[in-house]
């Protein structure tokens, strides 16, 4: 038995130092991609904000404070043993359904039709519906894993967990991160062994509701514009399929190795709306062109393919599930944003990971990376 006691202790030591099992590669292409996201929201806003008479660097200074404040949270993310969290998993759902009704209350404000934002000193805002999915993940993964036998009944009460906060957010409305929490939880559904059979019918109902949402006057008319327009051009009547020929054309504009940093003529004279936050990719590709879009992507996807090694490597069932609720997320997030910018997505205000403008987003995805290096932290424990 020596083999086996050596090994043992080896694992022993291990778990003692859990900071030294980091996953350096995770990391870094977090940070890489990171440092290109502030390097592209500087190119994409610069032009716009001189004629603004406004500092050229204000995006870029706000972004590194953000990437900045995300490296602490994923640090102190990563110093909570995951399984706390798992275990005040019914406390962390209460504080999420509060949060997302106050922010419909008086005390929320409103951004762009949506009623989503609390106003903060110093011109931020905070989206509760963005750190909604980080939460919802630790709830479902919590709860999925305590029902070792998931039977039908199980499935319903996870479908009406997921489905309060769901509801709330479509009240904002805000059907873009409803389109990703949905997603979170056929990911984590999926991994849990549902039958296919169920799933097919969550599918058919999310259609379906998402028809429903289009047609029951939930959403204003240039969002349901902004929702339709890829497929139906003819019947836009708010312009939108103007910026996404523009979105288009950015991109094609950049051609295989791209008319270079700071000099893409699309992007110089801002003819794409929003393209440092959800058409950042058009700079990308008009800049960098097929090399640099193609650099990003396969970044992106060494960060998806690190959280899905994780998920392999969990001690637990939580682990796991959590890893996959994470990588759910964050592929949905590449796949709508990068395809709505080519057209063949709808526009639905998807920020890219890591890359695109914006406080809440960006802090959320650092806090799920530090989620997923805690499990990793600990897979042998």
Same mark, same amino acid.
């Given at each position: 038995?020596?083999?086996?006691?050596?090994?043992?202790?080896?694992?022993?030591?291990?778990?003692?130092? %859990?900071?030294?099992?980091?996953?350096?590669?995770?990391?870094?292409?977090?940070?890489?991609?990171?440092?290109?996201?502030?390097?592209?929201?500087?190119?994409?806003?610069? &032009?716009?904000?001189?004629?603004?008479?406004?500092?050229?660097?204000?995006?870029?200074?706000?972004?590194?404070?953000?990437?900045?404040?995300?490296?602490?949270?994923?640090?102190?993310?990563?110093?909570?043993?995951?399984?706390?969290?798992?275990?005040?998993?019914?406390?962390?759902?209460?504080?999420?359904? =509060?949060?997302?009704?106050?922010?419909? &209350? %008086?005390?929320?404000?409103?951004?762009?039709? $949506?009623?989503?934002?609390?106003?903060?000193?110093?011109?931020?805002?905070?989206?509760? &519906?963005?750190? &909604?999915?980080?939460?919802?993940?630790?709830?479902?993964?919590?709860?999925?894993?305590?029902?070792?036998?998931?039977?039908?009944?199980?499935?319903?009460?996870?479908?009406?967990?997921?489905?309060?906060?769901?509801?709330?957010?479509?009240?904002? %409305?805000?059907?873009?991160?409803?389109?990703?929490?949905?997603?979170?939880?056929?990911?984590?559904?999926? +991994?849990?062994? $549902?039958?296919?059979?169920?799933?097919?019918?969550?599918?058919?109902?999310?259609?379906? /509701?998402?028809?429903?949402?289009?047609?029951?006057?939930?959403?204003?008319?240039?969002?349901?514009?902004?929702?339709?327009?890829?497929?139906? %051009?003819?019947?836009?009547?708010?312009?939108?399929?103007?910026?996404?020929?523009?979105?288009?054309?950015?991109?094609?504009?950049?051609?295989?190795?791209?008319?270079?940093?700071?000099?893409?003529?699309?992007?110089?004279?801002?003819?794409?709306?929003?393209?440092?936050?959800?058409?950042?990719?058009?700079?990308?590709?008009?800049?960098?062109?097929?090399?640099?879009? =193609?650099?990003?992507?396969?970044?992106?996807?060494?960060?998806?393919?690190?959280?899905?090694?994780?998920?392999?490597?969990?001690?637990? =069932?939580? /682990?796991?599930?959590?890893?996959?609720?994470?990588?759910?997320?964050?592929?949905?997030? +590449?796949?709508?944003?990068?395809?709505? $910018?080519?057209?063949?997505?709808?526009? $639905?205000?998807?920020?890219?990971?890591?890359?695109?403008?914006?406080?809440?987003?960006?802090?959320?995805?650092?806090?799920?990376?530090?989620?997923?290096?805690?499990?990793?932290?600990?897979?042998?424990?």
């Amino acid at each position: 038995m020596p083999i086996a006691k050596t090994l043992h202790q080896a694992k022993r030591q291990i778990s003692a130092k %859990p900071w030294k099992q980091i996953d350096v590669i995770l990391i870094s292409a977090v940070a890489a991609i990171s440092v290109l996201g502030c390097l592209m929201i500087y190119s994409a806003s610069r &032009s716009r904000l001189g004629e603004l008479g406004i500092s050229k660097t204000y995006f870029l200074e706000r972004q590194i404070g953000f990437v900045i404040i995300g490296f602490v949270l994923m640090g102190i993310v990563m110093s909570v043993d995951y399984r706390k969290m798992r275990d005040v998993s019914p406390f962390l759902y209460v504080g999420v359904i =509060a949060m997302l009704v106050l922010v419909l &209350s %008086p005390i929320g404000s409103s951004v762009n039709g $949506t009623q989503g934002w609390f106003n903060l000193p110093g011109g931020f805002g905070l989206q509760p &519906s963005e750190f &909604s999915k980080f939460f919802l993940i630790i709830i479902l993964a919590s709860y999925i894993a305590a029902n070792e036998q998931f039977h039908l009944g199980a499935l319903f009460k996870t479908l009406v967990i997921a489905a309060v906060p769901i509801g709330l957010v479509l009240l904002q %409305p805000d059907l873009g991160t409803a389109m990703v929490l949905c997603a979170i939880l056929i990911g984590m559904l999926s +991994v849990a062994g $549902t039958k296919g059979r169920y799933l097919l019918v969550m599918m058919l109902f999310a259609v379906v /509701g998402v028809v429903g949402v289009l047609q029951l006057g939930v959403l204003k008319e240039y969002q349901v514009e902004r929702l339709t327009g890829f497929i139906n %051009p003819s019947h836009d009547t708010q312009g939108i399929t103007y910026n996404l020929d523009q979105s288009k054309t950015t991109i094609g504009n950049g051609g295989f190795s791209g008319k270079g940093l700071f000099k893409g003529e699309q992007t110089n004279l801002s003819y794409v709306p929003e393209q440092h936050t959800d058409f950042i990719f058009t700079a990308i590709g008009e800049e960098l062109g097929f090399i640099g879009s =193609a650099t990003v992507l396969v970044l992106l996807g060494i960060i998806a393919w690190r959280i899905w090694r994780i998920s392999r490597a969990a001690p637990d =069932a939580a /682990g796991t599930l959590i890893c996959i609720g994470v990588v759910s997320m964050f592929v949905f997030h +590449v796949f709508e944003n990068v395809g709505m $910018t080519m057209g063949i997505m709808p526009i $639905t205000g998807i920020p890219l990971p890591f890359v695109s403008y914006g406080g809440s987003a960006i802090l959320l995805m650092f806090m799920s990376i530090g989620l997923v290096n805690n499990i990793y932290m600990h897979r042998f424990e």
